[in-house]
């Protein structure tokens, strides 16, 4: 997930682009509520009933976040399973990766995925933490 751009925002969304990083923080937490099987309360309107996704809770499923601002990439250490600088330059990524609450390393820092350390990360069931 990420903040997107105010071009997407407010010209295909039709929504004001203002706090993206104050945004994407309160959707990582929806997303994150839905995923652990709670339901969430709409915002905008009192019409609506709470959304709950029909599928089994997966609680502890990481969530990712693409950010390009320092402020996104902060946020992505601070509440995210990982940052995925996925237009981020091979030069640039030492500046990002340095944005990350206490400068944490990658898992595997010659590939373009930068889990934060600690937890588990993994693609087709195979652990990304292997020497």
Not at 44 to 60: E, F, Q, Y
Not at 74 to 85: F, H, I, N, S
Not at 111 to 127: M, N, Q
Request: hydrophobic letters at 35%; one cysteine or more; proline letters at 9%.
């Amino acid at each position: 997930m990420g903040a997107r751009s105010p071009q997407l925002v407010e010209g295909l969304h039709d929504q004001s682009f203002t706090a993206p990083v104050a945004k994407l923080r309160a959707v990582t937490a929806q997303v994150r509520r839905l995923l652990d099987g709670d339901r969430v309360r709409p915002t905008a309107t009192r019409d609506h009933r709470p959304l709950r996704l029909g599928v089994a809770a997966r609680t502890g499923l990481p969530i990712y976040l693409a950010g390009l601002g320092n402020k996104s990439i902060q946020l992505a250490g601070e509440v995210a399973g990982g940052w995925v600088p996925f237009l981020a330059t091979r030069s640039w990524l030492p500046c990002g990766i340095d944005l990350l609450p206490g400068g944490e390393r990658p898992i595997r820092p010659h590939h373009t995925f930068l889990g934060v350390p600690g937890r588990p990360h993994s693609r087709r069931g195979r652990s990304r933490n292997r020497s």
